[in-house]
Structure formats: structure tokens, C-alpha cells
């Protein structure tokens, strides 16, 4: 590293001239630097050097970068080399928590020892991934075991409490991440007694917040970032203050995940939950101060009524789609009312044990939070129906109020139709950097869909494009003859079209649905057509295993065929020729009955705008982008891209899309699909 190269403390963080850490960049990237020498098969990218500077710039002047790197440009060292060296007190929020282990483990302590650099880093996720020392004792003094299983996993974990010295479950790979036990063992913000717990010097949650407000890097997820500034209750809020750089990796995400923390939800499961735990610490601690089976009762029925109240699972209905005579208004106000009559008993009961108070500040949370829901403007209970069309289910601060049914819950959702005012108001303030990184980001390189999400509309937004040579390794390629995607028989379509160009890929696929049916249908006709032509492509269909185990397999079978909806989109990295070819059964339009959705779209139409075109469309191109991404993942790759929905050709709308997407040779025949496999030349379309 050159002498020149300082790396700054938190305290040091001053505003620089634009190109002020140019020269130290193209050092710490050449071939000849830190980074070639220390890490194995490292290469200088132009793109990569050119987004290290930007985001270097970035932070010496405190202000906000939109940075989208297509895939292979090496975005994660380009943002680590500036961060770690100028970035001050930095917080690196991912994705999911595998993208956070492999930051913390792997690529941090790579950099950093390629560097030299002094920073100590922290990796902080929520409570429920930390084993939590008095709900473990207390499930072990109680055994409320469901199954043998369980007790298997209680023991394993047990013996994990006297090795390990962070708590996080991530680490007990004996007991599935999926596993109910852990339901029981770890704490929740309702749950954890805080400083009146007698585990409190031990506590690994405490423990992994101190050890992040004193490190200088702190990687966290999405997850985490927003439920904390939502809940204030996952330890990022300590670190917020101080932080100069803050940078999202994997920022397509943001929106979503912000839009689900920034609302509001609570579900009949939290009241029954509720109700569990009253009757253990009633009898446990007050056996005497009530009769705690009348106690709890009344409200558990209340809440299975109003989950009765919609025959369906899987519906999803805005209010005011709910009609006024509907049995669901007068079973929320029953819920509401015998809820208020155990908060009135557990008032009363609350100074006999700690845990007792805490159920009772839960209830009376839960009865904030269904009160806040039913007087929301938009909430049609005791309105007429013309009312509540009236209302249009949106709340005061321009959200919807919505219901969605499952097997045996029903949740009741407030969500903002819109972030950005939310997320303005929480980077005002301190002046620090604020970094937005993603391969996908703009629709053919317009950034604003996404920075008016994000309420980003007047910040600096710029795109490097991949080093990869789409046009000599990949080819795309759209079917003809399908029928249109609503058509009843198009999963069966979709199979008739895929299963020649697996054929002649000798498997190596990934076949990418939008919904978990057509997951189910696909999987289906595959495995009886490779029966009945006796082909030996191993199958995996998501569900019948979890997605690491699966991905696991897809990549040793060499010729495997994996069949999966939304989770295997994105964040999937198989290189080289275990895959071949990703076919996507039809574009990734969000379902228009979706009530979210449909108020974003009423809302930009009152606007003057076209829902479709400035909304729905960048969204499923964005998507697209993502699942198209999995395909070439490396410089030796080589595949096709089969898109199977005739809207990419036959709709205006269809240029746009297939312009976003990297450039590869694009064909409607099949023959070229062969020829490409075979390694002959192909004249593109």
C-alpha cells in the first residue's frame, strides 16, 4: 500500500475534493497492488476502478451515489477498498444473512488484510438469530417439547451454549435454521426481560450491539436496518449517530423491504401466540388472581372467528373490497373488545412477575396496533360501503389498508403507498454518505423508477457495465407460437417449448416460474417427460428441500434441472457448465389484483400518470434483470436465455424490456438454439 494511502478514523472524516483518492485507487487496482498480490486469480477491471473512485468521491464529500455495476464488475471490493480505507464509521447492510456471513467472513477480512487497513468489524443481526441464555433455561426446566425431534435439537443446542462465544445459530448447523425450537430459545422485543433479566451480563444480543457500537465497519441485512428504524430495537439506532458511511449492497431490495417495516401489521397468530403465554404465567405465577382458562378462551375464539370470517386461503382484499355486511367487521370489534377485557385482568395481575407485566404490555400493544388499524381512515367498520369506497382504504398518511387470509391466520396490514417521504426523514440530519449499490437498478439506464422509490430524485446515480461479452457468451432466446400467459394451458406450453433446448443442453438449467403453481405443474410434466424419453436429468423443484441443499446438488449433479418461483431469482451463483441455460416461464409482472399495487397505480394515475408504464413495467424489468443475471456469471460462461412470454415480441412495451437486458445474440428459432450449443456461428435476428 503507498505511504500515501492513510486510513481514516471516524474522527478524521472530512469533506475532499472530487478525485482527491484517484491516484490511490488506481494503485491499491493494478495488477501490481495489494489486492493482485493478496488475492488469488484478481484481475484489474476498468469498471471496477472507475466505481471505486465514484463511491470514494462519494464518501469524501458525504453525499448520496446510486451505483449500478453489472454483474462481474466486482462491485463488492469496489465499495469495500474506499470504505474501509475513508469511509469512516461505516455500516454495510446486505441483502440476506448468507450475503452477510460471506461479507463478514470472507470478503471484509480479504480486503483488509490485502490493505493493511486497521478496522475492527462487527457483524450485528436481529435478536432471533442470537440463543437467548433465560428462554433456553426456562425451555429446558419446562420441556414444552412437541415432537422427539425437538428434544434432539434442544440437547444439540445446549451443548452449543458452552463452546460458542457470539450465541448466533448460524454457527449450530445440527439444527435447521427452520427448526420450532428455536421459537423457544431465542428472545423477541416483546419477550426479552432487557436489564432485569438475570443473563443480562451474558447476553449475546447485548454483547454483539456493544461490539458493533465500537467497531469501525458493522455489517448488517435490509431486514435489520429497517426494523430497527421502525421498531428501534435491533441496536442499529446506537449506531446511526455515528456512522459517516452507509452503504446498501444488493439495493434493489430497498423498497420492499422498507415498505414492509414501514408499515404496520398484526395477525390473529400474535394473538393466539398472546394467549399461550398468559395462561403459562398466569397459572405459573398467579394461579389465584383469576381463572385463566376464562381468561384466555373468549380471545382465542374471537380470533379464530375473524380467520373464519374469509373462507379462502391466500386471498388478498383492500378494505374496502370487504363488503359492509360482511362478517368481518363485527368479528374485529368482538376481538377487540374481549382483548380489552384480558388486558383489563392482566392490569390488575401484572405486579406478581415480571413475565406477567410483559404479556400485559404486549396485549395492550396488540390493542394499540388492531385500534390504530380500525380507526385508520379507510377502514370501512361501522361506514357504509359507499363510505369506504369513499375512503378509497387509504390511510392518513396515504397507505392502504388491506387483509390477507392463510391456513390458520389472518393478518391485518396499513402499508404506506409510498417510502420515500419515510426514508427523506430518516437521512436528514448528520451529514455522512449514504451508497446504493446493485446489478439492478435502472431500467436501460434511467434510474428514476428507482430513485422514486427510494425518495433519491435529485441524487447522482451512474452505471459501469460488465466486463462480460454477452454477445459471444450468451444468446436470447424467445419461442414462437406460445399462447398468451393467461391462457389456462401456458405452464404446459412453456414445458412443450423448454424440453428441446434442455435436450440440447444436456440439462444444466434452471427453468425460473412466477408462481409456486406453475413451480408445481412444471415439475410435474418434467418429470414424466424425462421418464417417458428416458432422460437422465436429475430434478429439483424448490420445496422438497432447502434452497442452500438444493443449490448444493444442482452444482455436484452437473446436469441437474431446477425448478423454482421468486427465491431462486436472485442472490444465486452457480459458474460455470453446471448451468447452461435459465428459461423463465413469463415476465414478472407483479398480479394487478395485488391491493398494494393497485393503490400505487390509482395514486399515479390521479397524478396524471400511467400506472403501467411508470410503475408495473420498471418493476417487472427489474425483476427480469435478476433472473436473467443468473445465467452468465463468470467470463468462461456460456448459455442461453430462453424467455418463453410471446409479450416480449408481440407488446410495444416488449423493445423496452429486452433492451434493459445484457446484449446477447437474440434468435426465434430453435435450430440457432442448437447451433449455439454446438459452437457455430449464429447470425442474430
Same mark, same amino acid.
Given at each position: 500500500m503507498s505511504a500515501t494511502t492513510a486510513v481514516a478514523t471516524p474522527a478524521a472524516i472530512a469533506t475532499a475534493a472530487p478525485g482527491a483518492h484517484d491516484a490511490d485507487i488506481d494503485r491499491l487496482f493494478a495488477s501490481s497492488g495489494p489486492l493482485g498480490q493478496a488475492v488469488g486469480g484478481f484481475r484489474p477491471r476498468q469498471a471496477q476502478t472507475e466505481m471505486a473512485k465514484a463511491i470514494a468521491d462519494a464518501i469524501a464529500q458525504q453525499r448520496t451515489l446510486i451505483a449500478e455495476a453489472g454483474t462481474g464488475t466486482g462491485k463488492t471490493f469496489a465499495y469495500l477498498v474506499p470504505a474501509l480505507l475513508w469511509g469512516g464509521k461505516v455500516i454495510v447492510s446486505t441483502g440476506t444473512k448468507n450475503l452477510q456471513d460471506q461479507l463478514f467472513l470472507r470478503d471484509i477480512p480479504t480486503v483488509r488484510r490485502a490493505l493493511s487497513a486497521p478496522v475492527s468489524v462487527a457483524l450485528l443481526k436481529g435478536r432471533a438469530n442470537y440463543v437467548c441464555h433465560f428462554h433456553l433455561e426456562r425451555t429446558l426446566q419446562n420441556g414444552r417439547m412437541t415432537s422427539r425431534e425437538d428434544v434432539g435439537y434442544l440437547r444439540e443446542i445446549s451443548r452449543f451454549m458452552k463452546t460458542t462465544s457470539s450465541g448466533d445459530k448460524a454457527e449450530l448447523s445440527k439444527v435447521p435454521e427452520t427448526a420450532l425450537i428455536w421459537n423457544l430459545v431465542t428472545s423477541t422485543r416483546d419477550t426479552c426481560m432487557g436489564a432485569?433479566?438475570?443473563?443480562?451480563? +451474558?447476553?449475546?444480543?447485548?454483547?454483539?450491539?456493544?461490539? !458493533?457500537?465500537?467497531?469501525?465497519? *458493522?455489517?448488517?441485512?435490509?431486514?435489520?436496518?429497517?426494523? +430497527?428504524?421502525?421498531?428501534?430495537?435491533?441496536?442499529?439506532?446506537?449506531?446511526?449517530? %455515528?456512522?459517516?458511511?452507509?452503504?446498501?449492497?444488493?439495493?434493489?431490495? =430497498?423498497? /420492499?423491504? !422498507?415498505t414492509l417495516f414501514f408499515g404496520n401489521t398484526v395477525s390473529t397468530s400474535q394473538i393466539l401466540e398472546l394467549?399461550?403465554?398468559?395462561?403459562? /404465567?398466569?397459572?405459573?405465577?398467579?394461579?389465584?388472581?383469576? +381463572?385463566?382458562?376464562?381468561? *384466555?378462551?373468549?380471545?382465542?375464539?374471537?380470533?379464530?372467528?375473524?380467520?373464519?370470517?374469509? &373462507?379462502?386461503?391466500?386471498?388478498?382484499?383492500?378494505?374496502?373490497?370487504?363488503?359492509?355486511?360482511?362478517?368481518?367487521?363485527?368479528?374485529?370489534?368482538?376481538?377487540?373488545?374481549?382483548?380489552?377485557?384480558?388486558?383489563?385482568?392482566?392490569?390488575k395481575q401484572a405486579e406478581r412477575a415480571e413475565t406477567i407485566e410483559q404479556c400485559r404490555?404486549?396485549?395492550?400493544?396488540?390493542?394499540?396496533?388492531? +385500534?390504530?388499524?380500525?380507526?385508520? &381512515?379507510?377502514s370501512n367498520t361501522g361506514k357504509s360501503a359507499k363510505k369506504a369506497k369513499a375512503a378509497d382504504a387509504e390511510g392518513e398518511e396515504g397507505s392502504v389498508l388491506w387483509v390477507e387470509a392463510f391456513s390458520s391466520s389472518l393478518q391485518l396490514h396499513q402499508t404506506p403507498l409510498s417510502i420515500a417521504p419515510i426514508f427523506n426523514k430518516q437521512r436528514e440530519g448528520v451529514a455522512r454518505s449514504w451508497i446504493f449499490t446493485s446489478a439492478t437498478l435502472a431500467v436501460k439506464n434511467d434510474f428514476q423508477h428507482y430513485a422514486?422509490?427510494?425518495?433519491?430524485?435529485?441524487?447522482? !446515480?451512474?452505471?459501469?457495465?460488465?466486463p462480460f461479452d454477452y454477445g459471444e457468451q450468451g444468446l436470447l432466446y424467445v419461442p414462437q407460437n406460445l399462447p398468451q400467459p393467461n391462457s389456462p394451458d401456458y405452464t404446459d406450453a412453456v414445458v412443450d417449448a423448454a424440453l428441446p433446448v434442455i435436450e440440447a443442453s444436456g440439462g444444466r438449467a434452471f427453468l425460473l416460474c412466477t408462481t409456486i403453481r406453475a413451480v408445481n405443474r412444471a415439475a410435474e410434466r418434467l418429470r414424466a417427460e424425462f421418464e417417458a424419453r428416458h432422460l437422465d436429468f436429475p430434478l429439483m423443484v424448490q420445496g422438497e428441500a432447502g434452497r442452500t441443499e438444493l443449490l448444493d446438488r444442482f452444482r455436484a449433479a452437473g446436469n441437474a434441472v431446477l425448478i423454482g418461483s421468486q427465491s431462486f431469482w436472485?442472490?444465486?451463483?452457480? #459458474?460455470? /457448465?453446471?448451468?447452461?441455460?435459465?428459461?423463465?416461464?413469463?415476465?414478472?409482472?407483479?398480479? &394487478?389484483?395485488?391491493?398494494?399495487?393497485?393503490?400505487?397505480?390509482?395514486?399515479?394515475?390521479?397524478?396524471?400518470?400511467?400506472?403501467?408504464?411508470?410503475?408495473? =413495467?420498471? !418493476?417487472?424489468?427489474?425483476?427480469?434483470?435478476?433472473?436473467?443475471?443468473?445465467?452468465?456469471?463468470?467470463e468462461?460462461?456460456?448459455?442461453?436465455?430462453?424467455?418463453?412470454?410471446? #409479450?416480449?415480441? %408481440?407488446?410495444?412495451?416488449?423493445?423496452?424490456?429486452?433492451?434493459?437486458?445484457?446484449?446477447?445474440?437474440?434468435? #426465434?428459432?430453435?435450430?440457432? *438454439?442448437?447451433?449455439?450449443?454446438?459452437?457455430?456461428?449464429?447470425?442474430?435476428?
Open positions: 432485569e433479566c438475570q443473563y443480562y451480563q +451474558d447476553c449475546f444480543v447485548m454483547k454483539a450491539r456493544k461490539e !458493533a457500537q465500537q467497531a469501525d465497519v *458493522v455489517v448488517v441485512n435490509h431486514h435489520l436496518f429497517f426494523a +430497527d428504524v421502525a421498531l428501534k430495537d435491533t441496536g442499529v439506532a446506537e449506531l446511526l449517530p %455515528s456512522a459517516n458511511t452507509i452503504i446498501f449492497d444488493e439495493a434493489h431490495q =430497498l423498497p /420492499e423491504v !422498507a394467549c399461550r403465554d398468559v395462561l403459562a /404465567e398466569g397459572l405459573s405465577h398467579a394461579r389465584d388472581g383469576a +381463572d385463566w382458562g376464562q381468561v *384466555v378462551v373468549p380471545v382465542e375464539k374471537a380470533a379464530r372467528d375473524l380467520r373464519l370470517t374469509f &373462507p379462502q386461503e391466500g386471498g388478498r382484499l383492500a378494505v374496502n373490497q370487504i363488503a359492509a355486511s360482511s362478517a368481518f367487521f363485527p368479528a374485529l370489534e368482538t376481538m377487540r373488545a374481549q382483548l380489552h377485557s384480558m388486558i383489563a385482568v392482566l392490569e404490555t404486549r396485549a395492550v400493544e396488540l390493542g394499540h396496533q388492531l +385500534d390504530s388499524w380500525n380507526s385508520a &381512515p379507510g422514486s422509490q427510494m425518495g433519491l430524485w435529485d441524487e447522482p !446515480a451512474q452505471s459501469w457495465p460488465s436472485e442472490g444465486v451463483d452457480v #459458474r460455470g /457448465e453446471a448451468l447452461s441455460l435459465v428459461i423463465i416461464d413469463k415476465l414478472p409482472f407483479s398480479p &394487478p389484483d395485488d391491493p398494494v399495487l393497485a393503490a400505487r397505480i390509482e395514486a399515479l394515475e390521479s397524478k396524471g400518470m400511467n400506472g403501467f408504464m411508470h410503475h408495473q =413495467l420498471p !418493476a417487472a424489468i427489474i425483476n427480469l434483470k435478476q433472473g436473467a443475471g443468473r445465467l452468465i456469471r463468470d468462461a460462461d456460456r448459455g442461453v436465455l430462453m424467455i418463453c412470454d410471446p #409479450r416480449l415480441i %408481440s407488446k410495444g412495451y416488449g423493445r423496452r424490456i429486452w433492451q434493459s437486458l445484457p446484449p446477447f445474440k437474440r434468435t #426465434r428459432e430453435l435450430d440457432a *438454439v442448437k447451433a449455439f450449443w454446438r459452437g457455430d456461428a449464429i447470425e442474430p435476428d
